[in-house]
C-alpha cells in the first residue's frame, strides 16, 4: 500500500532560526513528489513538483529537495508569514494523488 | 483570474440523508479531483473527471459519487450519510490532470453531519 509519513507533526521555530521538515514515502513507481502549504480555513495551495532523486527546487525561504525514499523542505530564517501546514504528497503508478497528514510550523516572532 | 468556487462552503446534515456539493474549476481547466479532508486521516483521495469522464477513483464506498459536466462544473453526492463522513471536502481543478501534482484548490465544503 503506498503511504506518505510526515514528520514532524508539529513545529514551533522563532523567527529567523530554519529548520527541515521530512516526507517519507513508500510507493510503486514514483510519478513525482509535491509539497503543498495550507492555511486554516484555506484549501492547499501548490508550492513545488519533484521528480527524481537529487532534484531541488527553491521558492523564497523554501528548498525542496528528493531522495529515492524521502523528501525535505528547508526553511531558511523563516518569518512569521510562513506560519501554515506543510503537505507532501506523491503520485504513484496507480495515479491517485496520495497525502501526508501534515506538519504544523508556527513561526514565533 | 476567478479561483475555484466551491458551494455551499458550510452545511449540516443529520444521518441518513444525502448531500450534494458543487465545484467550478478555473475557466479553461478540465480536470477536477475531489478530497476528503478530515483531522485524523488527512486528505484522502475520491475520484477524479477529465472532460466528463471518470478518470480514477479512491476507496472509498459507493455512497460517494460524482460527475463532471460539460463546461467542466463538477458535483459530488454523498448519500445515506453517516457521522463518520463529517469532513472538509475539497475540489481541484488543473489543466491536464492531478498526474502533474499542479492542483489548484478551492476553500472546501464543510460538512457536518449530526
Known amino acids: 500500500e503506498d503511504q506518505v509519513t510526515q514528520s514532524p507533526e508539529a513545529l514551533r521555530l522563532q523567527e529567523g532560526e530554519s529548520s527541515s521538515l521530512n516526507c517519507s514515502y513508500t510507493?510503486?513507481?514514483?510519478?513525482?513528489l509535491f509539497w503543498y502549504r495550507q492555511d486554516p480555513g484555506k484549501g492547499p495551495e501548490f508550492l513545488f513538483t519533484?521528480?527524481?532523486a537529487g532534484e531541488e527546487k527553491e521558492k523564497e525561504r523554501l528548498k525542496a529537495t528528493l531522495t529515492k525514499k524521502e523528501s525535505f523542505l528547508h526553511i531558511t530564517a523563516p518569518k512569521p508569514e510562513d506560519s501554515a501546514t506543510y503537505l507532501c504528497?506523491?503520485?504513484?503508478?496507480?495515479?491517485?494523488?496520495?497525502f501526508g497528514t501534515g506538519t504544523r510550523l508556527t513561526i514565533i516572532p | 483570474k476567478a479561483g475555484v468556487t466551491q458551494t455551499p462552503r458550510y452545511l449540516i446534515k443529520t444521518r441518513g440523508q444525502q448531500v450534494t456539493l458543487s465545484c467550478s474549476p478555473i475557466?479553461?481547466?478540465?480536470?477536477v479531483s475531489w478530497y476528503q479532508q478530515t483531522p485524523g486521516q488527512g486528505l484522502q483521495f475520491l475520484f477524479e473527471?477529465?472532460?466528463?469522464?471518470?478518470?480514477n477513483k479512491g476507496n472509498f464506498p459507493g455512497r460517494f459519487s460524482g460527475r463532471q459536466f460539460s463546461n467542466s462544473r463538477s458535483e459530488m453526492n454523498v448519500s445515506t450519510l453517516e457521522l463518520g463522513d463529517s469532513a472538509l471536502y475539497l475540489c481541484?481543478?488543473?489543466?491536464?490532470?492531478?498526474?502533474?501534482?499542479?492542483?489548484?484548490f478551492g476553500e472546501g465544503s464543510r460538512l457536518t453531519v449530526l
Open positions: 481541484a481543478s488543473s489543466l491536464v490532470g492531478s498526474k502533474t501534482g499542479e492542483l489548484f
Open positions: 475557466s479553461g481547466h478540465r480536470s
Open positions: 504528497a506523491v503520485i504513484p503508478g496507480n495515479e491517485k494523488l496520495t
Open positions: 519533484l521528480y527524481s
Open positions: 473527471y477529465f472532460s466528463e469522464t471518470q478518470r
Open positions: 510507493v510503486s513507481g514514483l510519478r513525482g
